[in-house]
């Protein structure tokens, strides 16, 4: 990736031809194509976009997600908030259903196989989170801050809440990515779960730089609208500065072979038990339980019940007919 900063002087077409990935940002931004030799700052002035904003979005993503090129002040809240709203339009009308598509297509090879009906039992559960994860951002954080825009201070909402529960909603596609490549059975027509694969991994890396985005140019910027909002009705902010720093993946050791006590847990939860119920029937603690349900799911990387299901009808740990476990 290029990890050039452009400015405003900038051809668009130099921007597009460095990095493609940016075409997702300018259409997100509304931005079409056919701009000719024109520069970044006379493309999104013709298209009625704030230039500032756009640029703070794509030196961040191409810089490698370092916010050291702007600052707050630089960025138009709501045309920043337009650009998460089209991209969550992106996501749940457009590359989600079409990588169901390609799925069904790949299950239709193979329509006996288990395996494959419990990935798309999978993509359709994770499909439904992201869906729940946007509607509230669309409901009720973008209309907080619509609010925040107008001078009004909500007292019963603030961004901090919206941080204390951001979930990375890429990270169950990793797990299905990843249970795709380790388990769907081999036939003969590979080329359409290969296809399937690389939008899986596009749609990824594309939602965990949407996170990032909110993470780290829409939340500091609200929180910096909320010290302005606060101090113009004379009262202090009602909550203090959430620091956002960007946490480092913890490279996790799955390597290790699973003890045969985890073989039974995995066994009773695609069966459908409790923990409750695990820990009667192997005379253990539930504590001991969950103890072990952690350890599992650090070794195998699988935390949904769907795809331990998966794994465990793979490795003949359970039968297709005991499996009782839904998502």
Same mark, same amino acid.
């Given at each position: 990736?290029?990890?050039?900063?452009?400015?405003?002087?900038?051809?668009?077409?130099?921007?597009?031809?460095?990095?493609?990935?940016?075409?997702?940002?300018?259409?997100?931004?509304?931005?079409?194509?056919?701009?000719?030799?024109?520069?970044?700052?006379?493309?999104?002035?013709?298209?009625?976009?704030?230039?500032r904003t756009f640029l703070a979005v794509v030196n961040f993503i191409n810089k490698g997600y370092s916010r050291t090129s702007f600052a707050l002040e630089d960025i138009?809240?709501? *045309?920043?908030? /337009?650009?998460?709203?089209?991209?969550?339009?992106? &996501?749940? $009308?457009?590359?989600?259903?079409?990588? @169901?598509?390609?799925?069904?297509?790949?299950?239709?090879? *193979?329509?006996? /196989?288990?395996?494959?009906?419990?990935?798309?039992? &999978?993509? $359709?559960?994770?499909?439904?989170?992201? @869906?729940?994860?946007?509607?509230?951002?669309?409901?009720?954080?973008?209309t907080y801050v619509e609010h925040l825009l107008q001078g009004q201070k909500d007292e019963e909402y603030c961004i901090d809440m919206f941080v204390r529960h951001h979930?990375?909603?890429?990270?169950?596609?990793?797990?299905?990515?990843?249970?795709?490549?380790?388990?769907?059975?081999?036939?003969?027509?590979a080329h359409v779960m290969n296809a399937v694969l690389f939008d899986i991994f596009n749609c990824e890396k594309d939602l965990a730089s949407h996170n990032k985005v909110?993470?780290?140019?829409?939340?500091?910027?609200?929180?910096?609208?909320?010290?302005?909002?606060?101090?113009?009705?004379?009262?202090?902010?009602?909550?203090?500065?959430?620091?956002?720093?960007?946490?480092?993946?913890?490279?996790?050791?799955?390597?290790?072979?699973?003890?045969?006590?985890?073989?039974?847990?995995?066994?009773?939860?695609?069966?459908?038990?409790?923990?409750?119920?695990?820990?009667?029937?192997?005379?253990?603690?539930?504590?001991?339980?969950?103890?072990?349900?952690?350890?599992?799911?650090?070794?195998?990387?699988?935390?949904?019940?769907?795809?331990?299901?998966?794994?465990?009808?793979?490795?003949?740990?359970?039968?297709?007919?005991?499996?009782?476990?839904?998502?």
């Amino acid at each position: 990736m290029s990890k050039k900063l452009y400015s405003p002087t900038d051809k668009m077409g130099d921007l597009i031809c460095d990095n493609y990935s940016l075409l997702q940002v300018m259409s997100r931004f509304d931005l079409p194509l056919g701009f000719g030799d024109y520069s970044v700052e006379e493309v999104c002035k013709s298209n009625s976009v704030d230039c500032r904003t756009f640029l703070a979005v794509v030196n961040f993503i191409n810089k490698g997600y370092s916010r050291t090129s702007f600052a707050l002040e630089d960025i138009s809240i709501q *045309s920043l908030m /337009n650009y998460l709203k089209k991209a969550h339009h992106y &996501f749940l $009308d457009f590359q989600l259903p079409n990588i @169901r598509r390609k799925l069904l297509e790949a299950i239709d090879c *193979s329509m006996d /196989n288990d395996v494959t009906f419990l990935i798309l039992r &999978f993509f $359709d559960g994770y499909v439904q989170e992201v @869906r729940k994860h946007m509607n509230y951002e669309d409901m009720y954080v973008f209309t907080y801050v619509e609010h925040l825009l107008q001078g009004q201070k909500d007292e019963e909402y603030c961004i901090d809440m919206f941080v204390r529960h951001h979930d990375h909603i890429d990270e169950k596609l990793t797990e299905l990515k990843n249970s795709i490549i380790k388990y769907y059975p081999a036939n003969q027509n590979a080329h359409v779960m290969n296809a399937v694969l690389f939008d899986i991994f596009n749609c990824e890396k594309d939602l965990a730089s949407h996170n990032k985005v909110e993470d780290y140019l829409f939340v500091p910027a609200v929180l910096h609208l909320e010290k302005e909002v606060a101090s113009r009705v004379h009262e202090a902010p009602k909550v203090e500065t959430v620091e956002v720093n960007e946490q480092e993946e913890v490279n996790k050791d799955i390597q290790d072979d699973l003890s045969q006590r985890e073989k039974e847990i995995i066994t009773c939860v695609v069966k459908g038990m409790s923990n409750k119920e695990i820990a009667e029937y192997l005379y253990i603690s539930i504590h001991t339980v969950i103890t072990h349900r952690r350890n599992i799911a650090r070794k195998l990387q699988i935390h949904s019940p769907t795809l331990l299901t998966v794994y465990a009808i793979v490795n003949k740990l359970v039968d297709i007919s005991e499996v009782k476990v839904s998502i």
